[in-house]
């Protein structure tokens, strides 16, 4: 068949094509692996039936987080973990931000302390890593990378950090916690390379097995760079938490509307800290960085939704943090003469200063005002 004619088959049958190949696809297009952490809502998002494998549960994600159908999926606790990509290689455009992970990540309406950030809320921050296909055999077999988000250098990060899952016996006797939602303080053990010991606790919310019901073996292990607990309870009883964002460079860290949900492949290191140059990746894998657990909110765990690559969906913005999480620019802006709009550091135009944050003021089209409160 002549270029001429598939053409104008594919438009009777409703594909594009590009230069004779079917468009690239701004989405997910496969889930290659999936295993959660316990968490609660390991086994229920996605569901486990009776008779599920690691390979129908993987396909059970990639049918949520595909294509953009944005069917959530749970990490479990840390360490917990999806592995996917895209029809294509997402581009590394230098400056710009290049794909973004969707979460479900939100602020909070309302604050017992009045002195608190504001980006705060429900933010369970998980950990990206990224790959390139350089054996060229479509599988993500090769060297991962990491994207250094803003709590990459601190010392309050941990590295090659293990921390250990152990299946709850059968014979295990519950450890309720009297006037609150724990129904077992004692319910999956774990430990840690760094010598550390403690419980995921069951609460009345979720009472299904926290445990990945398709594995066989009684322990599980993920080894990983773990970040400090971001869970604070602001009401001093144990009755009100907010998990507070970090800067950048997480999933479901931030709302999928605010650039801090995209990335930077020009963010990738290696295992030594050392910035690396890629042209492109061809797989992503997210996994939960905390271990903590936030009262009546349970065990915090990553939930995905979707990826863009934003080359080929727009919001490949430029990208306007450094490695310190400190703002480098500030987009430019046309502003005319006897105007007043107002800026936040993003660059992006805002209607009040009611958040805490920096703002730009530009008045007449001459007069700059920077305002911290």
Same mark, same amino acid.
């Given at each position: 068949?002549?270029?001429?004619?598939?053409?104008?088959?594919?438009?009777?049958?409703?594909?594009?094509?590009?230069?004779?190949?079917?468009?690239?696809?701004?989405? #997910?297009?496969?889930? *290659?692996?999936?295993?959660?952490?316990? =968490?609660?809502?390991?086994?229920?998002?996605?569901?486990?039936?009776?008779?599920? @494998?690691?390979?129908?549960?993987?396909?059970?994600?990639?049918?949520?987080? &595909?294509?953009?159908? %944005? /069917?959530?999926?749970?990490?479990?606790?840390?360490?917990?973990? /999806?592995?996917?990509?895209?029809?294509?290689?997402?581009?590394?455009?230098?400056?710009?931000? !290049?794909?973004?992970?969707?979460?479900? &990540?939100?602020?909070?309406?309302?604050?017992?302390?009045?002195?608190?950030?504001?980006?705060?809320?429900?933010?369970?921050?998980?950990?990206?890593?990224?790959?390139?296909?350089?054996?060229?055999? =479509?599988?993500?077999?090769?060297?991962?990378?990491?994207?250094?988000?803003?709590?990459?250098?601190?010392? +309050?990060?941990?590295?090659? *950090?293990?921390? @250990?899952?152990?299946?709850?016996?059968?014979?295990?006797? &519950?450890?309720?916690?009297?006037?609150?939602?724990?129904?077992?303080?004692?319910? $999956?053990?774990?430990?840690?390379?760094?010598?550390?010991?403690?419980?995921?606790? %069951?609460?009345?919310?979720?009472?299904?097995?926290?445990?990945?019901?398709? #594995?066989?073996?009684?322990?599980?292990?993920? @080894?990983? @760079?773990?970040?400090?607990?971001?869970?604070?309870?602001?009401?001093?009883?144990? +009755?009100?938490?907010?998990?507070?964002?970090?800067?950048?460079?997480?999933?479901?860290?931030?709302?999928? &509307?605010?650039?801090?949900?995209?990335?930077?492949?020009?963010?990738?290191?290696?295992?030594?800290?050392?910035?690396?140059?890629?042209?492109?990746? !061809?797989?992503?894998?997210? *996994?939960?960085?905390?271990? %903590?657990?936030?009262?009546?909110?349970?065990?915090?765990?990553?939930?995905?939704?979707?990826?863009?690559?934003?080359?080929?969906?727009?919001?490949?913005?430029?990208?306007? *943090?450094?490695?310190?999480?400190?703002?480098?620019?500030? %987009?430019?802006?046309?502003?005319?003469?006897?105007?007043?709009?107002?800026?936040? $550091?993003?660059?992006?135009?805002?209607?009040?200063?009611?958040?805490?944050?920096?703002?730009?003021?530009?008045?007449?089209?001459?007069?700059?005002?920077?305002?911290?409160?």
């Amino acid at each position: 068949m002549k270029l001429k004619e598939l053409l104008f088959v594919c438009a009777l049958s409703g594909l594009s094509v590009v230069a004779g190949h079917a468009q690239s696809s701004p989405y #997910i297009s496969r889930v *290659y692996d999936y295993m959660p952490a316990p =968490g609660q809502f390991t086994n229920m998002l996605p569901e486990y039936e009776a008779g599920d @494998t690691k390979a129908s549960m993987a396909k059970k994600a990639e049918d949520c987080i &595909a294509n953009n159908n %944005q /069917v959530m999926i749970s990490l479990g606790g840390f360490g917990g973990y /999806v592995v996917f990509g895209f029809d294509h290689r997402v581009n590394n455009v230098k400056g710009h931000y !290049d794909f973004s992970v969707l979460g479900n &990540a939100f602020y909070a309406n309302a604050n017992p302390n009045p002195n608190a950030s504001a980006e705060g809320g429900s933010s369970e921050p998980g950990i990206v890593m990224v790959s390139r296909d350089d054996n060229g055999n =479509g599988v993500p077999d090769d060297k991962w990378y990491e994207i250094a988000g803003s709590e990459y250098y601190k010392n +309050t990060t941990r590295h090659n *950090y293990t921390l @250990t899952y152990y299946r709850t016996p059968s014979n295990h006797v &519950a450890t309720p916690v009297k006037g609150s939602a724990i129904i077992d303080d004692t319910y $999956i053990e774990w430990s840690s390379s760094d010598g550390e010991h403690g419980y995921m606790p %069951q609460n009345s919310f979720h009472r299904q097995n926290y445990y990945p019901l398709w #594995i066989d073996n009684d322990e599980l292990s993920f @080894t990983g @760079t773990i970040l400090p607990n971001n869970a604070v309870d602001e009401s001093g009883k144990g +009755t009100y938490y907010v998990l507070y964002c970090y800067g950048f460079g997480y999933a479901d860290n931030h709302p999928n &509307a605010d650039n801090r949900s995209k990335f930077n492949i020009e963010w990738a290191v290696d295992e030594n800290g050392k910035h690396v140059n890629l042209d492109g990746i !061809d797989f992503v894998k997210v *996994y939960t960085g905390v271990n %903590q657990h936030a009262g009546q909110l349970g065990d915090t765990s990553t939930e995905i939704l979707g990826a863009n690559d934003l080359h080929l969906l727009g919001g490949d913005d430029v990208d306007v *943090y450094d490695r310190n999480d400190h703002p480098t620019r500030v %987009q430019r802006v046309v502003v005319g003469n006897g105007n007043r709009q107002i800026y936040n $550091i993003l660059g992006q135009k805002v209607e009040d200063m009611s958040r805490p944050g920096i703002y730009i003021i530009y008045e007449n089209g001459k007069t700059r005002k920077t305002i911290t409160h």
